[in-house]
């Protein structure tokens, strides 16, 4: 069965449905986590593109639905994050910042844990491209549906992420604040 035709029965049935989700748990949950999104808020971020999809599948026009899947967990990551941020200004005086460990649950090797802070640190303009591009395998073209920028400006945003990381990699990694 086809993507296309996975959604078309998941429109109409539960278990189609469950089937889609999945299917795409883990990619929204990888993206979700690769542009910023905080390990404890992952499961959320998740669970809420998924009631979004469940509640526009009658609204997806075709297309392909990775595009379609991106574009709003980009946005529901972004609404988080925003949420996120005015809580965390309201009580940053009363909280003292933890150690980074955000990596405690995860099996990964330090040269990647490394690579991956570093990403974090780039400007959201250029993190969501890039990480769409080398960790999701998304084309510009897709990418420019995603972020709603043209095709030539998501290959440069591309390419400034990478000249951002390399200059970087040349300074000695990633400064812990």
């Known amino acids: 069965m086809t993507s296309n035709e996975s ?10 449905f469950h089937d889609l989700v999945h299917t795409y748990y883990q990619t929204v949950q990888r993206f979700a986590y690769q542009i910023g999104v905080k390990p404890e808020d992952i499961e959320d971020v998740t669970q809420e593109v998924f009631l979004k999809v469940y509640r526009s599948l009658h609204h997806f026009s075709g297309g392909t639905f990775t595009t379609w899947l991106y574009s709003i967990t980009l946005n529901t990551a972004r609404d988080m994050m925003r949420k996120q941020k005015r809580l965390n200004q309201k009580i940053e005086k009363m909280k003292e910042k933890t150690s980074n460990q955000t990596y405690a649950t995860l099996d990964v090797s330090e040269d990647a844990m490394e690579l991956h802070e570093m990403i974090r640190t780039l400007d ?6 890039l990480v769409l591009h080398y960790f999701h395998q998304q084309t510009h073209a897709e990418i420019s549906e995603v972020t709603g920028t043209s095709v030539s400006g998501v290959k440069s945003q591309v390419m400034r992420a990478k000249q951002q990381l390399k200059a970087q990699m040349e300074k000695g990694g990633v400064s812990h604040e």
């Open 124 to 129: 959201e303009k250029y993190r969501v491209p």
């Open 7 to 16: 959604i078309q029965r998941a429109r109409y049935g539960n278990q189609e």
